[in-house]
């Protein structure tokens, strides 16, 4: 980072209570370095009713209408989506500190804020760069955000029976599937909602898609890994004339007969991760990724032979 004061946007939620000796020392931390801070006005807002800030002047900012050379997403992996999604075209490198629960993208603890904000301001830091996918289906303009750095799920709405998905990759007709829904996952969402329906888990730096069938009415039907700059059309059929698209947790209904098209988008998002933090290791604390209660130590040791 460069010596001179860099300006910060903060993006959090409102249902952060607990947190509030938490949010306090990010902001003193802050306050040290420094830094031009910028925060999300409803959090802000919220911050200022609930918790007891230091000192230091804050600037309320609104929508995307902030200049900064860095990002802190307070909260869960929810809160980090929403922050990415606001950040991620202007190329602004984000950082989460997990304030929620499992907290894989958001991937430094609360508790470790303070030492993790001082590496960054010292150098020491690395930035992974994900992928995101464009969906455009007809005239929805899904908000106006019609990116997903985690995945886009096609979902049935109001009735038990299954819907039809039809899929082409680059105009080449792969399968129709039969299901509850179908999910389509880039490399950074391979472990949320995809790998929750048996999807593979994608490791960072591999430019690649998941496919995965929600319940599909088929034992033929598996999960398939797609390059990352395929072209996907969908066409979904449903007895209620209407399903639900989900993007990164966004829902949208839309009728039957729209054909939806998802591609790669034209940025990507930038995450902050210390140098001391690898993948492996956050799959095996956050995921328990290979735990066995047949060995003492279920984390197992990256030095240890197999």
């Not at 002047?57 to 909260?75: H, V």
């Not at 001082?118 to 007809?138: L, S």
Request: net charge neutral; proline share 5%; glycine share 8%.
């Amino acid at each position: 980072m460069p010596s001179h004061p860099i300006k910060i946007a903060i993006f959090g939620n409102e249902c952060q209570h607990h947190n509030e000796q938490a949010i306090a020392r990010v902001v003193r931390c802050l306050a040290q370095r420094n830094a031009e801070t910028y925060v999300d006005k409803p959090f802000l807002n919220f911050l200022r009713r609930n918790s007891n800030l230091p000192t230091y002047p804050l600037t309320p900012f609104t929508g995307n209408d902030f200049d900064a050379q860095l990002a802190l997403s307070l909260g869960g992996d929810g809160t980090f989506l929403k922050a990415a999604g606001r950040v991620g075209h202007k190329q602004i490198p984000i950082v989460g500190i997990n304030m929620g629960r499992l907290g894989f993208l958001a991937g430094i603890p609360a508790s470790e804020a303070e030492d993790a904000l001082n590496d960054i301001f010292d150098g020491n830091y690395k930035i992974e760069e994900h992928a995101v996918m464009m969906v455009e289906a007809g005239n929805e303009s899904f908000g106006g955000n019609p990116f997903a750095v985690n995945d886009i799920a096609i979902l049935k709405r109001d009735d038990a029976s299954m819907i039809t998905i039809g899929v082409c990759v680059d105009g080449e007709r792969l399968v129709t599937y039969q299901a509850d829904g179908l999910i389509v996952a880039t490399q950074a969402g391979s472990t949320a909602y995809n790998l929750s329906n048996g999807g593979p888990i994608v490791v960072p730096g591999t430019n690649a898609l998941c496919l995965t069938a929600v319940a599909p009415h088929s034992l033929n039907v598996r999960p398939i890994v797609l390059p990352g700059n395929v072209e996907l059309h969908l066409r979904v059929e449903s007895r209620s004339h209407n399903y639900l698209i989900a993007i990164d947790g966004r829902s949208t209904k839309l009728v039957q007969g729209t054909e939806i098209r998802i591609s790669k988008a034209p940025y990507v998002v930038k995450m902050v991760r210390r140098n001391s933090q690898t993948y492996f290791a956050t799959l095996r604390n956050k995921m328990m990724w290979g735990a066995d209660n047949r060995n003492h130590d279920t984390q197992g040791d990256a030095s240890e032979e197999p």
